[in-house]
């Protein structure tokens, strides 16, 4: 009981109506401890005073601060005031005042009763010097400020906007349009409103919400305390949209297909894996949506595409997510060749609707978007890399393995020779080279040509190159954007593959599970674990023998794109609520 005697006094002292005086009292910070802790005895420390608190308010603060703000909600409700309104009618956004009375001279007011505004917003700034107050109020469109004056809001609205305003708290005002001698655009308040009475303290306004892991977890106060946050998420948007205007300019019809599949299909990855109670059976989180789209060929459609959620149950990076946005899109009687102009398009469109130009700044690298970009096979990127020509070991994987490991001990890099000798075919082996030596290095917008048959199992043979397959992926700052083939449309040939998919998953699934035998059970399981099951969708294989037209089909990474035109450095910069570890 002892122990809560301090805070006790805290919340009688706080909570006592504060009388305006000639005294300065001002905030600083978009909430300070010290500030609305203690009132006005934090303005002895004089203008550059900061909070102690450091980069965050800590949890017994935070604690004692809410205590008090939900003793001033109770007083709003003892007289009279809903602290939590139902609608407010504002007639301006703050940008859209800041727009039309951008020429209204210092020191003038704008009286006239079409003047007369009324707006709405999250106050993230106060002032106040005796019987004035300013407070720098915040909505969705930008800022502006609420001039308060004494003797002109009604009753005692001023001694409540002193005594039971806050930080974070989400305003309604009225009044008349005034720009200050100083400068600065500002609504005259007559009369105001709590419409949201928050119960939190917001971060320091110096210091910002700066601990990465809460950035994530708590994006609603990330994007408070950092406007520059939500203006990545409004670009995302408005890439997005770009991305649908200009399929659908082509021609391009938007479709859904099911999220809950009874095969995973269409890429290799460990799918999450769900329950169906009625059903009584599992079903698989989807890892790609090309085989429902391919169907929609089937029956008919020519040109359709998604945009949608995918999940995949594997590893988290900057780069990786669980979940996931990506654009699939497929167009009959076309080859790969049509969706090479088809990204092209669709990254400088939104690379100008976001950024007005094609050269952009990507941590630090310039990246020239302007068309066209290069075109190179595998093959020749990796000789150019390695000096090692892929095409003159045949099927000769040992001799093949011989001369990469000399050539990586020349080069001197330190890569993974294990992974080499993991290589089970040439194929293999040519595109882990490229993956470990060639990828990262392709900073400039790059289409590499050409893959083995091995690593492709949905793709067209090359109509000119045996063991190749016509596929291409996009790689900007050494960075996979877009994966597209000449569809494959074979029936017999796609089933095949498929099995020979199945085949070599359950040999490794085999080889994983008499590796870990006998040894301890890992409390995690590490993202390379194949105990997952690898089944074959038997109605995509029937419905390619009903006739599927020649085709080529794309998919786009929605959120490295982004990464790219907002210069972000992690996917989850630019995934609003992006997966993350259990808090401990």
């Known amino acids: 009981m002892e122990a809560l005697q301090p805070l006790k006094q805290l919340i009688h002292f706080t909570s006592l109506r504060f009388r305006p005086s000639s005294s300065f009292f001002i905030v600083r910070c978009c909430s300070s401890t010290t500030t609305e802790v203690t009132g006005r005895a934090a303005a002895g420390g004089g203008r550059n005073r900061r909070s102690s608190s450091g980069t965050s308010t800590s949890t017994s603060d935070k604690e004692a601060i809410r205590a008090?703000?939900?003793?001033?909600?109770?007083?709003?409700?003892?007289?009279?005031?809903?602290?939590?309104?139902?609608?407010?009618d504002r007639t301006h956004s703050a940008s859209q005042l800041q727009e039309i009375y951008k020429n209204l001279g210092n020191g003038e007011e704008s009286k006239s009763e079409n003047d007369y505004v009324s707006i709405s917003g999250r106050i993230v700034a106060r002032r106040a010097f005796g019987k004035l107050a300013f407070l720098t109020l915040r909505d969705d469109s930008g800022m502006i400020q609420l001039y308060c004056e004494k003797e002109r809001l009604l009753g005692d609205q001023f001694d409540q906007l002193k005594t039971l305003v806050d930080i974070g708290d989400i305003l309604g005002a009225n009044g008349s349009i005034k720009r200050t001698e100083k400068g600065e655009l500002s609504v005259c308040v007559n009369s105001f409103s709590i419409l949201t009475k928050s119960l939190l303290p917001l971060p320091d306004k110096y210091h910002g919400l700066t601990d990465i892991d809460k950035r994530y977890r708590q994006r609603y106060v990330d994007?408070?305390?950092?406007?520059?946050?939500?203006?990545?998420?409004?670009?995302?948007?408005?890439?997005?949209?770009?991305?649908?205007?200009?399929?659908?300019?082509f021609g391009f019809l938007e479709v859904e297909t099911p999220v809950l599949q009874g095969a995973a299909g269409g890429a290799e990855a460990r799918p999450f894996i769900t329950f169906h109670n009625s059903l009584g059976r599992d079903l698989?989180?989807?890892?790609?949506?090309?085989?429902?789209?391919k169907r929609?060929?089937?029956?008919?459609?020519?040109?359709?595409?998604?945009?949608?959620?995918?999940?995949?149950?594997?590893?988290?990076?900057?780069?990786?997510?669980p979940e996931f946005t990506t654009i699939e899109m497929y167009e009959a009687y076309s080859d790969y060749e049509s969706m090479m102009n088809m990204a092209e398009e669709i990254v400088t469109r939104c690379a100008l609707a976001v950024n007005g130009k094609l050269k952009i700044d990507y941590q630090g690298v310039?990246?020239?978007?302007?068309?066209?970009?290069?075109?190179?096979?595998?093959?020749?990127?990796?000789?150019?890399?390695?000096?090692?020509?892929?095409?003159?070991?045949?099927?000769?994987?040992?001799?093949?393995?011989?001369h990469t490991h000399?050539?990586?001990?020349?080069?001197?890099?330190?890569?993974?020779?294990?992974?080499?000798?993991?290589?089970?075919?040439?194929?293999?082996?040519?595109?882990?080279?490229?993956?470990?030596?060639?990828?990262?290095?392709?900073?400039?917008?790059?289409?590499?040509?050409?893959?083995?048959?091995?690593?492709?199992?949905?793709?067209?043979?090359?109509?000119?190159?045996?063991?190749?397959?016509?596929r291409f992926e996009l790689f900007i700052c050494g960075r996979e954007m877009a994966n597209a083939f000449s569809e494959l449309t074979d029936p017999l040939d796609q089933r095949r593959r498929l099995e020979e998919q199945v085949r070599q998953h359950n040999e490794k699934k085999a080889a994983s599970g008499l590796n870990?035998?006998?040894?301890?059970?890992?409390?995690?399981?590490?993202?390379?674990?194949?105990?997952?099951?690898?089944?074959?969708?038997?109605?995509?294989?029937?419905?390619?023998?009903?006739?599927?037209?020649?085709?080529?089909?794309?998919?786009?990474?929605?959120?490295?794109?982004?990464?790219?035109?907002?210069?972000?450095?992690?996917?989850?910069?630019?995934?609003?609520?992006?997966?993350?570890?259990?808090?401990?």
């Not at 939900?70 to 407010?88: C, D, H, M, Q, T």
């Not at 929609?296 to 997510?321: A, D, P």
């Not at 990828?439 to 109509?463: C, G, M, W």
Request: hydrophobic share 40%; glycine share 6%; charged share 30%.
């Open 296 to 321: 929609m060929l089937v029956g008919g459609f020519e040109k359709v595409y998604e945009i949608g959620r995918i999940f995949r149950n594997e590893g988290i990076s900057t780069r990786h997510n």
């Open 68 to 88: 008090i703000r939900i003793k001033k909600v109770e007083e709003l409700r003892s007289n009279g005031l809903e602290p939590y309104a139902y609608k407010w």
């Open 406 to 470: 000399k050539a990586i001990d020349i080069l001197g890099d330190d890569l993974d020779k294990s992974s080499i000798e993991a290589c089970s075919s040439v194929g293999h082996l040519l595109n882990e080279v490229f993956e470990m030596v060639v990828e990262p290095k392709l900073l400039q917008p790059t289409f590499v040509l050409d893959y083995p048959i091995e690593i492709s199992p949905l793709a067209k043979p090359h109509r000119r190159h045996s063991g190749l397959t016509e």
């Open 284 to 293: 698989y989180l989807r890892i790609a949506t090309e085989l429902h789209l």
């Open 516 to 584: 870990k035998a006998g040894a301890k059970e890992q409390e995690n399981k590490d993202d390379d674990d194949d105990s997952y099951e690898v089944t074959l969708d038997e109605d995509f294989l029937t419905a390619l023998e009903y006739g599927m037209p020649p085709a080529s089909g794309m998919g786009l990474g929605i959120d490295r794109l982004v990464m790219l035109l907002t210069d972000s450095p992690s996917i989850r910069d630019v995934i609003a609520f992006p997966v993350l570890k259990i808090q401990q």
């Open 223 to 249: 994007m408070i305390a950092n406007p520059e946050v939500a203006d990545t998420f409004r670009k995302r948007a408005k890439i997005v949209s770009e991305i649908r205007q200009s399929v659908e300019s």
């Open 366 to 402: 310039e990246i020239c978007l302007e068309r066209p970009w290069r075109r190179e096979t595998m093959h020749n990127l990796v000789k150019e890399a390695t000096g090692i020509d892929f095409k003159n070991f045949g099927d000769d994987l040992k001799a093949a393995k011989e």
